[in-house]
């Protein structure tokens, strides 16, 4: 549940009431030749080659490699306010990925009805493990919307939340996939409200907290 979201959301209810490889293996140098005079000895049977000529089975050459290409997830505690969040991530590559987060809802102060949704990213790596299992080091950023309307006084704010992200993800081999996170982010957010002829604005920035505890399934 991100900080960022409650923010905008404090913002504009404080308003009304007063007015974001495999690398190909080098060739294997070519064997050397033995002289011509003398006989050749008989050799042991190389490496993956049975004794009576024919080639064992090899491992295979990515064995390391991801299973899953594409985790799609969302955030339960999201839907105490309620706002629905899903998570798209997809590997560019064994070690990062790529995830496009969006979300949206209604959310109750009071007699107050707020409109939130929010839309933004991560780019993620993986300096341990990999996108199927491993810990993720994460830059976030997301853009937040909010509007509402009370007794002929309307209200409208927007702000931007960028930050570090530090955590751990896990697929379990029938999908299943538990991702969590926690960082810090800067928010700088703004709103306002008018009731037709009087308008009051305001603007915030702070540091808060990134904490993303989601689950779902990976493909």
């Known amino acids: 549940m991100k ?13 009304v009431p007063a007015l974001a490889a495999a690398q190909a293996a080098p060739d294997a140098p070519a064997p050397a030749t033995a002289p011509a005079a003398a006989p050749a000895p008989a050799s042991e049977p190389a ?3 049975a004794n009576d000529g024919q080639e064992t089975a090899s491992p295979p050459a990515n064995a390391n490699e991801p299973k899953r ?14 706002i629905f969040e899903v998570t798209a991530e997809v590997k560019v590559h064994p070690k990062f990925s790529v995830a496009v987060i969006g979300g949206g809802g209604t959310v109750k102060s009071g007699d107050l009805r ?22 993720t080091v994460a830059l976030e950023a997301l853009y ?6 009370s007794n002929g006084v309307s209200a409208k704010g927007a702000g931007l939340s960028i930050g570090p992200a530090i955590g751990y993800k896990h697929a379990f081999d029938f999908g299943l996939t538990l991702d ?17 002829t009087t308008s009051a604005s305001g603007s915030e920035s702070r540091i808060g907290p990134i904490l993303n505890l989601n689950a779902g399934w990976s493909f």
């Open 3 to 15: 900080r960022s979201s409650f923010a905008l959301v404090f913002a504009i209810a404080s308003l």
């Open 47 to 49: 490496a993956g080659t």
């Open 69 to 82: 290409t594409v985790s799609v997830t969302f955030s339960p505690f999201h839907l105490v306010l309620p």
């Open 114 to 135: 707020i409109q939130v949704y929010e839309v933004g990213g991560q780019l993620r790596g993986y300096p341990l493990g990999n996108f199927d299992s491993g810990m």
């Open 144 to 149: 937040l919307g909010a509007k509402a309307s």
């Open 180 to 196: 969590g996170q926690l960082g810090i982010s800067y928010l700088a957010a703004r709103a306002s409200a008018t009731d037709g």
